[in-house]
């Protein structure tokens, strides 16, 4: 193991993140290789080259790929993975709108819809296939096919069924085009040729070499998923759909069609066959093809699908999700917000992967978790991501830019918040967990079979609620099972059919690589005749099967009571009703591997684990979901011999105290809220270890300290008055000044991400551009600063003039703060009281006016004042005591006295506090980090015998000076574009702030 231990301390980069990096503006091939250097320095491992929001550079142009090539060759000298992403924004498959310029309607996606017509006068020449019959409340009372309109003759409350194929409009978010048919195998190997090939070309040599693979983002055959103008009922759809559905399932898909939309005697079946091949369709059209060309061409394929973890979302979007990780070299996942119960969306990849024998699984996480995520906000969201088998990481986002619309896609952007210069801290932690979670195999005793073909026979494309349902009770099965601690893989039918037998011998249950002794069969309406085959023959040699009603009906969506009975009657099948039989039943047929125990002997449900097989050791990583509460448990882990736990933050390995209790390795620990911990058992090794010491004494240090800012403060300007050819405007927010000036100029509103890129129209010229626009702007002073102050702006290239309180003020850019596109302009006329600054400037179509910002050394009171600052600081917000919009770090200063005893350790700890994170300086050392609430630093070194002089440095964000700040929702759970631009009942005048500071005494727990 001394080789791994070494290999722990500090991972290669294969184990490293490879973030999104948003190439979002006009770039620039200098500041693309600073950016590399930057992200090399702090631990990441490589780059997804992502067109995104605001990207001025025309896409796929020569320019472009002057650019990738540019950075693949800096990559090879900086020593760092340059990825390829294959669209223009997402979702992937219409190549910027190239796919559809090059083939037409071939290349955009399609709808089938019904439309019930009264009389035969209403048709229009375009139907596919007409039907008569009688529909009452979405029911099928009668139905005929109708093939000649001429002997067409409707009876008594009969209508006309009509079929038709609607190709989707187009939309400024696919670049004034429509979304791709990537359910048309011509418009795949289109999207193929103007994306993949055009690379190849370019980078042939690097292919498989440095460029290690591509990404495809959320590609899916839904166009109106969300809804839209849609009066009718609609189903995916595309033309080679007929003759494909009667090459798989044998008969005309017309024939049964109108079942698919409405209920009736032969729906089951219609909808089952339906979705199987929409499922097949897509899958063998886009994603088998992708695969095989980047085979072909030695890169990996890698990537996420839209809606992994909504039932009716995703089977609208691709009929199934988990046969599409077959084809995938790195199956991976989408984890937006700081969700912490998204079970499902993991462990579809997850299992995949383990059955397939795919090392990695990568999760493109942390999106719209807003400016204010901290280092524990990822250490949470992405540890119960890698319990669950999870072991790479996409961070959404790091921006090659923020001016402009940029910096609202989805923050935040790791590169530009203040925690980023201590960055490595958390990247060396996952690089660590990222290595040892790749080691060996995962143990799971138990296949859970995923019931999605089930809410295929139950889903019509328009109500939601029945697949919706059976889609949150199988969650509820997932996380009971979690809760009571069996690890378990989920079993898609289609995977199973092909990868699928029996171990006779061992009495197991194989899916490729991946064996199990216990199957579940959750509440399901259906079966493949592939599944029950196998769980027959699994039955028959004295395999254990476990069936929770209510039972299923059909095999592959027709009627099999006879077939089904063998299966319900077989004496190794157990039934059971409810999460709480199942869960008493799994323990009577599998050994526990683990058991984690509150202090009454009940499993902790919030904690999750993984354990691996690794060269006769076993690893455990556990983790504590829950983010507010700490838990006292013990701990059972199967197997006898000595224990390590291993320090993913520091890469330290020490020994831990446990006592062997009839088969287990039992310890007595406590987890704090989102604590996890990684331990190695070394079975058959056995070594003395002391138990641990408790805390003697707690001390508490004083809760006012000597302040010190270490970044200038910051006031927001949000609001102005303008002028455009007439009077003053009243006082407005600056992004509705700019869409009062763009609707009056006649210019494409930019309020928000979800219009045409700009590389498409920002270089043409406007009949408007150059037209003047006047600001005005006010800020208070109640105490004068000693020094200069600076406004920050993004549009000192649009100014003409500047005045602050009526004198002229010259332009004179002195460099930049945060971003390069925030430049700085010394102010020197202000005064006490109220400031007026106005602002001349040429406002063009490429213009993007944003709010203005004060910057300086001063305080501001909560009215919004500029005021002297004072040197202290307490225990609470800072928001309140003098920065409300600063957007660095304040570094907390106290002096102590203190008494060292040689047999005592001293651990610091803050349990409650608001910061990216934490650094710690005792007596001018570095000491170390507190990177999450509640961690204990070990200060013992560094203490000394008489007075001690503590520095932390409290790290905020953007978020105060960035916002939103005039949401009433304090905290957003979801951030976008829009939570920057409330309106209505969702928009306050007031300023909204993130909380900021120590909220808890630091405290010094004694050891001995």
Not at 1 to 10: A, D
Not at 134 to 159: A, C, G, P, Q, T
């Amino acid at each position: 193991m001394e080789e791994i231990k070494k290999n722990f301390k500090n991972p290669e980069k294969i184990y490293r993140a490879i973030p999104f990096w948003s190439w979002n503006d006009k770039l620039n091939a200098q500041e693309l290789t600073n950016q590399i250097k930057d992200f090399k320095e702090k631990g990441i491992g490589g780059f997804f080259m992502h067109s995104r929001v605001g990207l001025e550079t025309e896409y796929m142009g020569e320019e472009w790929l002057d650019l990738v090539e540019e950075v693949v060759k800096n990559s090879r000298v900086i020593d760092i993975d340059p990825w390829l992403y294959d669209e223009d924004r997402w979702p992937s498959g219409f190549a910027g709108g190239k796919v559809a310029e090059k083939i037409g309607d071939e290349g955009r996606a399609k709808i089938l819809t019904l439309k019930i017509l009264k009389d035969a006068k209403e048709l229009n020449g375009k139907e596919l296939t007409i039907y008569k019959g009688k529909i009452e409340s979405e029911k099928i009372n009668s139905i005929e096919r109708v093939n000649n309109i001429e002997n067409l003759r409707l009876y008594k409350d009969e209508n006309i069924l009509a079929l038709y194929r609607i190709v989707a409009g187009k939309s400024d978010w696919y670049n004034g085009d429509a979304p791709p048919d990537n359910l048309n195998p011509k418009s795949v190997k289109t999207f193929i040729q103007v994306t993949h090939e055009i690379y190849y070309e370019r980078l042939k040599e690097d292919f498989g070499k440095q460029v290690k693979g591509i990404f495809t983002d959320e590609p899916n055959i839904s166009p109106f998923l969300w809804g839209g103008n849609l009066e009718y009922y609609a189903l995916p759809w595309t033309d080679i759909f007929p003759e494909y559905f009667k090459e798989k399932r044998g008969y005309d898909f017309f024939d049964i069609a109108p079942f698919v939309f409405f209920s009736g005697e032969k729906s089951i079946k219609a909808r089952y066959d339906y979705w199987r091949t929409i499922s097949e369709l897509f899958l063998e059209s886009y994603t088998k093809n992708i695969y095989n060309w980047c085979k072909e061409h030695n890169i990996l394929f890698t990537g996420h699908y839209l809606e992994e973890d909504n039932f009716p979302h995703v089977i609208l979007c691709s009929g199934s999700i988990m046969p599409h990780y077959e084809y995938m070299d790195i199956p991976g996942i989408d984890i937006l917000t700081e969700v912490r119960y998204e079970y499902l969306t993991a462990k579809q990849a997850t299992s995949v992967a383990n059955q397939l024998g795919k090392s990695r699984v990568i999760s493109e996480t942390y999106g719209c978790t807003g400016w204010e995520f901290t280092f524990e906000g990822q250490k949470h969201v992405a540890d119960w991501q890698y319990a669950l088998g999870v072991n790479m990481r996409c961070q959404h986002l790091f921006l090659y830019s923020l001016r402009g619309c940029r910096k609202r896609d989805y923050p935040p952007s790791f590169n530009h918040n203040p925690s980023w210069k201590y960055h490595p801290l958390i990247e060396d932690y996952f690089a660590r967990l990222s290595y040892i979670l790749t080691l060996g195999k995962p143990v799971r005793d138990i296949l859970l079979i995923h019931p999605i073909e089930s809410s295929w026979c139950e889903f019509n494309g328009r109500d939601k609620s029945v697949p919706q349902e059976r889609g949150e009770e199988f969650k509820e099965i997932i996380n009971a099972l979690l809760g009571i601690h069996y690890d378990f893989d989920l079993g898609d039918e289609k995977i199973i059919e092909k990868y699928g037998k029996i171990d006779k011998e061992r009495k197991e249950f194989i899916v490729g690589e991946a064996k199990y002794i216990l199957v579940i069969v959750p509440p399901v309406i259906t079966l493949r005749k592939s599944t029950l085959s196998l769980l027959l023959e699994f039955l028959n040699n004295d395999g254990k099967v476990i069936i929770m009603e209510p039972l299923p009906e059909y095999v592959e969506g027709e009627k099999g009571k006879e077939e089904l009975k063998k299966l319900f009657d077989h004496p190794n099948v157990i039934r059971v009703k409810g999460r709480k039989e199942l869960a008493e039943n799994i323990k009577n047929i599998i050994p526990r591997r683990i058991s984690i125990r509150d202090v009454v002997g009940q499993e902790v449900e919030q904690f999750l684990y993984m354990e691996r097989n690794y060269d006769g050791k076993k690893i455990f990583f556990i983790v504590n979901n829950d983010r507010e509460r700490s838990y006292n448990v013990d701990l059972y882990l199967e197997g006898k011999g000595r224990i390590e736990e291993w320090d993913l933050l520091t890469g330290e390995i020490k020994d831990v105290f446990s006592i062997e209790t009839e088969g287990y390795q039992h310890i007595r620990t406590t987890f704090a809220p989102s604590e996890s911990k990684l331990y190695i058992l070394y079975k058959g090794e056995y070594k003395k270890i002391e138990r641990p010491k408790k805390i003697k004494r707690t001390i508490f240090l004083e809760p006012t300290f000597e302040v010190k800012r270490l970044d200038p403060n910051v006031l927001t300007i949000d609001t102005a008055q303008f002028k455009l050819d007439g009077e003053w405007s009243e006082e407005t927010p600056i992004w509705i000044i700019q869409r009062k000036i763009r609707d009056t100029l006649g210019m494409i509103n930019i309020d928000l991400n979800s219009g045409i890129q700009r590389w498409k129209w920002v270089n043409i010229p406007h009949p408007k551009d150059n037209t003047k626009i006047e600001l005005k702007m006010r800020f208070n002073i109640k105490d004068l600063p000693e020094k200069d102050l600076y406004l920050l702006t993004e549009n000192i290239k649009e100014m003409i003039s500047l005045k602050l309180n009526n004198k002229e003020i010259p332009i004179i850019d002195e460099g930049w703060f945060i971003d390069r596109s925030l430049r700085k302009i010394p102010l020197k006329e202000f005064k006490i009281g109220e400031n007026i600054i106005e602002i001349l400037l040429n406002y063009r179509n490429s213009t993007e006016l944003e709010d203005f910002y004060i910057i300086g050394d001063f305080a501001v009171n909560i009215d919004r004042e500029i005021i002297k600052e004072n040197n202290r600081i307490t225990l609470g917000d800072w928001v309140f005591q003098g920065y409300p919009h600063y957007a660095g770090s304040l570094i907390y200063k106290q002096i102590f006295p203190f008494h060292k005893d040689p047999n005592e350790k001293y651990l610091l700890t803050i349990e409650d506090f608001s910061a990216g994170v934490i650094k710690v300086n005792l007596n001018g050392e570095t000491v170390g980090f507190i990177p999450w609430r509640f961690y204990k630093l070990d200060i013992t070194d560094y203490l000394q015998n008489s007075n001690n002089l503590l520095e932390l440095e409290v790290v905020g964000s953007l978020r105060n000076m960035l916002g939103p700040l005039h949401n009433r929702a304090k905290k957003i759970h979801f951030v976008s574009a829009l939570s920057f631009r409330p309106e209505g009942e969702e928009y306050t005048k007031s300023y909204v702030f993130h909380s900021y500071g120590l909220f808890s005494p630091v405290k010094i727990e004694v050891i001995g």
